[in-house]
Nanobody, 116 residues
Framework: QVQLVESGGGLVQAGGSLNLSCTAS?????????MGWYRQAPGKERELVAS???????KYADFVKGRFTISRDYDKKAVSLQMNNREPEDTAVYYC?????????WGKGTLVTVSS
């Protein structure tokens, strides 16, 4: 059974930083399998934040504007998201995702609240 467990959410002031982590278990993960992060704000659809296969193949949403950095630890089956210069609009539930050969697995999400 594939499981993704996120951690690192919480309350942060605008302009502050936060690091989210996600660890997968229950399956073999290859570097070609994208791992990444989506978010869903209240009343809005879930949207891509960032995804990554290898270090030279990353994808970021336009709203990231260079503030976030995604990274992976392939030995630990983990993906992290360093978020700097947070804005109140970044308040959302952040979900980890694993795309394993076109089958998506999701974490339960971690809430990030940015106060102004």
């Amino acid at each position: 059974q594939v499981q993704l467990v996120e951690s690192g959410g919480g309350l942060v002031q605008a302009g502050g930083s936060l690091n989210l982590s996600c660890t997968a278990s229950g399956t073999t993960i290859y570097s070609i399998n994208p791992m990444g992060w989506y978010r869903q704000a209240p009343g809005k659809e879930r949207e891509l934040v960032a995804s990554m296969t290898i270090s030279t193949n990353t994808k970021y949403a336009d709203f990231v504007k260079g503030r976030f950095t995604i990274s992976r630890d392939y030995d630990k089956k983990a993906v992290s998201l360093q978020m700097n210069n947070r804005e109140p609009e970044d308040t959302a539930v952040y979900y980890c995702i694993l795309d394993r050969f076109a089958e998506n697995f999701w974490g339960k999400g971690t809430l990030v609240t940015v106060s102004s």
